[in-house]
């Protein structure tokens, strides 16, 4: 039996005998649009062998396009109602047992998916976007690339790149695991409720690792240091890590970083850098 996908009149059923009432704490907008879905699961590249993980399927929109291609998807929902709804959903849409696997938890505090999965693809919740996706880089190895829908000016963000006014913490944090791109822009109107705010895609594509975790946490610490004082230099930053300004300066330099500018020009490269000269003080 082939995958059938969800219209918007049964999504409005089925949230009205769940009787949800979508929250904004756990960031519920629900995707209603097939197409839109669709479109998703071909940028994402899935095909039939890989196994997805899906953060948040809500209601099952993009759970179905998802199972219409790969034969195993592995979907986290924290909320209950919907969790055993959507397996529920699945069945009657001519998915079986084998092809998903339901996962009612906080996203953030998984730690392991049965069956490595290879792809990533989620509706993220604006309010915890970021640290979603870092985490899921983190933790998943195995996920080798994918698709996220967050929030425009969070999109934009993430996908940024060194000198641009909106690179910060999470444009360099993301750029340890991953190379990221900005995709298309996503209506308003495919939400149910409709939003405040615009939505994007970003693409991810995992890329080899930069250092070990011992680095990956010294690096990050003089990211989040670095960004929390932008209008300053480096050397002034620094300066406490180091002993003071002149030894700051002189780290910088031995890293190949002039210490006069600021954070906001480096790359994830230039902080692990510097993360390595800190190391052999």
Known sequence: MSITLIGVGEIRQIAESLQLRPTKSLGQNFVIDSNTCQKIVR?????????????????????????????????????????????????????????????????????????????????????????????????????????VMVQSEVAERLAAKPGSRIYGVPSAKAAWWADLRLGDSVSRSVF??????????????????????????????????????????????????????AQAEQLLTSAGIEPTIRGEALSIDDFLAIARQLDRC
């Open 43 to 147: 940028m994402a590249g899935i095909s039939g062998s890989d196994h997805v993980v899906e953060i948040g399927p809500g209601l099952g929109s993009l759970t179905l396009a998802l199972l219409q291609v790969s034969d195993k998807v592995t979907a986290i929902e924290i909320d209950k109602r919907l969790a055993d709804q959507l397996e529920i959903t699945a069945r009657a849409h001519g998915a079986s047992s084998e092809d998903l696997k339901v996962i009612n938890a906080d996203a953030l505090q998984v730690d392991e998916v049965a069956g490595k999965p290879n792809k990533l693809v989620a509706n993220l919740p604006y309010n915890i976007s970021v640290p979603v996706l870092l985490a899921f880089l983190q933790k998943f190895e195995s996920i080798t690339s994918g698709i």
């Open 192 to 245: 149910w409720p409709v939003p405040k705010v615009d939505s994007s895609l970003v693409k991810f594509t995992r890329h080899r690792p930069l250092g070990d975790e011992a680095l990956r946490k010294m690096t990050f610490d003089l990211v989040d240091r670095a960004f929390g004082q932008r209008r300053k230099m480096l050397r002034s930053i620094y300066a406490e890590l180091a002993g003071g300004s």
